[in-house]
């Protein structure tokens, strides 16, 4: 498996935010790379993306958020759901989706769209986690990013698994509906995982390092997660950005649009 390493030594360094949250600051190279990265071998990534205090504190809120939840799956949606940890203050931080936009510009060629992010943080653990194993899908948004907050060392560590950049985005929201239809029809999740487990369907397997930046387009990859052993804790943070269908009639017709939190929505300086 090739893995991207853009951390070269003559990358320049990422610098930390002084006097507030460290969301560091990524050079116009280090981006154009991360780019480059996610065209050719599907993600790209920020190695050391988070400092260790940041992420054992983190890692705290997790085992606690796990814990009230009977040591069962829990998904936290929106910023209000993790006020008061890093991840409300980089989903709010100008530099952070500044970030987001300048990779989304770089890898579509458009302008980035005055949308906010959406923000999930899924913390897989027990019977209920391995039920959200190798379920494959398209996110509703051109890029996401990714960060580890707890993956195992030992055992079945729950890899981010995809088929990376196996469709254009849509000019239409109903041949994107079109799409997931038959995608998230039982038939094809069953032929599918039947495909990844018994060797027939080759998948980029990715182990993941806590602390590192992911990214990809989620919304052109198929993508799931590996099962992880039930007495351990995979907790990963995702924040997507730009719904190419955010205006469609049918969608709304449809029912099928979504409720999105709305965090760090940029403002142009």
């Given amino acids: 498996m090739e893995i991207p390493t853009p951390l070269t030594p003559e ?12 969301v560091p600051e990524v050079s116009r190279e280090r981006i154009i790379d991360l780019v480059a990265d996610m065209n050719r071998v599907g993600f790209g990534v920020l190695s050391g993306y988070l400092e260790p205090g940041d992420l054992e504190n983190l890692r705290q809120f997790v085992e606690t958020a796990v814990a009230a939840a009977g040591g ?9 759901a993790v006020a008061g940890t890093l991840l409300e203050k980089l989903s709010a931080s100008p530099r952070f989706v500044d970030l987001l936009h300048q990779v989304y510009e770089q890898g579509s060629g458009r302008v980035a769209p ?8 899924r913390c897989l ?40 950049n196996w469709r254009p ?20 999740q069953f032929l599918l995982r039947h495909a990844f487990r018994s060797g027939l369907l080759k998948l ?10 992911y990214f990809f387009w989620g919304y052109r990859t198929v993508h799931a997660n590996e099962a992880c052993d039930p007495d351990k804790i995979r907790a990963t943070a995702l924040f997507h950005f730009a719904d ?11 029912g099928r649009a979504k409720s999105r939190a709305r965090i760090g929505l940029y403002q142009s300086p």
Avoid: C, W
């Fill in 72 to 80: 069962e799956y829990v998904v936290l949606t929106g910023e209000e």
């Fill in 204 to 213: 980029k397997q990715i182990p993941m390092v806590p602390g590192n930046l």
């Fill in 244 to 254: 190419p269908h955010a205006d469609s009639g049918l969608r709304r017709f449809t």
């Fill in 114 to 121: 005055n949308q906010s992010l959406y923000q999930v943080l």
């Fill in 169 to 188: 985005v849509r000019s239409s929201y109903l041949f994107n509906l079109l799409d997931k239809i038959i995608l998230d029809n039982p038939a094809t």
């Fill in 125 to 164: 653990k027990g019977k209920s986690g391995l039920k959200h194993a190798l379920r494959f899908h398209y996110d509703s948004y051109v890029l996401t990013a990714l960060l580890p907050v707890i993956i195992p060392s030992q055992g079945s560590a729950g890899h981010l698994v995809m088929a990376p």
């Fill in 11 to 22: 990358s320049p360094p990422m610098r930390s935010v002084a006097n507030g949250p460290n």
